[in-house]
């Protein structure tokens, strides 16, 4: 028997950016994100009982591209119709609303034709929130091959109200009626989501690999030249505006508190956020990076802060909390999605009522302040974190979950590779 035909042939629908499609492709002004797809990727190609094809909008330069790399089938497909590619073409387009007037026709027939093609056992997506880019083209396939849907967040929850968001939220409420199995995170909050939209889910459980630090703080009350850092894309949705006014209030009782802000913005945005800065009498405390190319580099900065803040508004939970974690770094966010699940055996993150910027500044000053309690928060969190999230178990509980949905008998149910676990070298 053929080596192929032992393997199960798996279809990925999902999105991402990491250096070496930057390289591949020549293009170098497009930021990295989705970094757990890059890492997923990195497990699953270790595996040799699955065939992986990995279907994702070229991003890149917007043209049908099809290579097989480490064993890995990938097929960028131009998810805009329009002859140029540059920011004019693509807002031009946007301008148009010709996604929403053929409701996804361009991205529906082109993922439809790669998938047929590929003809697999069964097609994982990763995220329904994106439609404007890759996961409306679930919806004229989702009959015909076995599917998975994996939750990476919820854009209905986005204070962001505009024609875009609301296609948005219509697609991703389409996607999850019409879903049968769920993989989601061991979080409640996810599945009371999901379950008010679709009442029949099936829920199958795994978590994403997390970009874990190659080194640990050991520097805890050492003089970390960095009081405070925020690390995520920085908008309304993260908190970051009471994130200031906290620091605003902080000052009050700790004068040269400083903050540190680490990632991508819009132009406009940042310059919102520098006046706020400027009316609360801020702006020599805090400092704005900007976006960082890798995970190591963010984790540099991140090593040299004394606590981690995201008071983030809707997040089940978030990689910058879990990475944080990992380093050794105590975090304080706001009590959200699956958060309040990380405290459920012991302390693991300060947590604060939403909203409640007073008791944000509290907590933030009472961990400057107390080098002991952060050391016991970043050593429990560390513990936590480490037995919880596994990098080793993700490839194991995905397979078993296409094992499942595929109704496979046990005796062809294959073992998962034992030394899948070069994520943690």
């Known amino acids: 028997m053929d080596d192929n035909s032992k393997k199960i042939k798996v279809v990925w629908l999902c999105h991402f950016a990491n250096q070496q499609m930057k ?3 020549n293009v170098h002004n497009i930021n990295e994100f989705a970094p757990w797809i890059s890492l997923s990727i990195e497990l699953f190609k270790k595996e040799s009982n699955i065939e992986l094809h990995l279907v994702s909008p070229n991003i890149f330069n917007n043209k049908d591209v099809e290579f097989i790399k480490d064993g890995v089938h990938y097929y960028f497909f131009k998810y805009l119709p329009i002859p140029l ?5 693509r807002k031009l387009h ?3 609303h010709f996604d929403v007037i053929t409701d996804f026709f ?9 998938v047929t093609l590929i003809n697999p056992a069964i097609v994982h997506l990763h995220g329904a929130e994106n439609a404007f880019f890759y996961s409306s083209g679930i919806l004229p396939i989702i009959d015909k091959y076995p599917h998975l849907t994996t939750i990476q967040g919820f854009v209905r929850n986005t204070l962001i109200k505009d024609s875009n968001s609301n296609q948005r939220i219509r697609i991703e409420e389409k996607i999850i009626k019409k879903t049968t199995h769920f993989g989601v995170r061991r979080t409640n909050e996810m599945e009371s989501i999901v379950s008010k939209i679709n009442t029949n889910a099936i829920f199958h459980y795994h978590n994403y690999p997390i970009s874990i630090p190659k080194t640990i703080k050991d520097n805890i009350g050492l003089a970390e030249p960095i009081d405070c850092i925020f690390f995520a894309r920085v908008c309304k949705d993260k908190g970051i505006e009471d994130l200031l006014e906290a620091i605003s209030i902080v000052k009050l009782k ?3 508190v400083s903050l540190t802000v680490v990632g991508d913005v819009d132009f406009l945005y940042a310059k919102k956020l520098e006046d706020t800065c400027e009316s609360l009498s801020i702006t020599n405390n805090v400092r704005f990076v900007g976006f960082l190319p890798t995970q190591d580099d963010i984790h540099a900065y991140a090593y040299n802060a004394k606590i981690c803040l995201l008071p983030t508004y809707h997040d089940i939970l978030p990689g910058t909390i879990l990475e944080s974690m990992f380093l050794k770094l105590p975090v304080i966010a706001y009590a959200v999605g699956g958060l309040p699940e990380l ?6 993150i300060n947590l604060v009522e939403k909203f409640r910027i007073d008791l944000l500044a509290k907590e933030i000053i009472f961990l400057l302040d107390n080098v002991d ?7 429990d969190a560390f513990n936590f974190v480490n037995k919880k999230f596994d990098n080793r ?4 509980d995905i397979i078993k979950s296409y094992q499942k949905i595929l109704n496979l008998p046990k005796s062809t149910q294959f073992e998962i590779n034992p030394e899948n676990n070069f994520l943690d070298d």
């Not at 590619?85 to 073409?89: E, K, L």
């Not at 361009?106 to 790669?114: D, E, G, L, S």
């Not at 405290?343 to 693991?348: D, G, I, K, S």
């Not at 309690?373 to 050593?379: G, V």
């Open 393 to 396: 178990l993700v490839t194991n």
């Open 94 to 96: 946007s301008l148009s």
């Open 85 to 89: 590619f540059n920011r004019y073409t």
């Open 23 to 25: 390289d591949l492709f």
């Open 254 to 256: 700790l004068t040269n």
């Open 373 to 379: 309690a952060r050391k016991k928060l970043a050593e």
């Open 106 to 114: 361009w991205i529906k027939n082109k993922v439809k034709k790669i």
């Open 343 to 348: 405290n459920l055996e012991y302390n693991t």
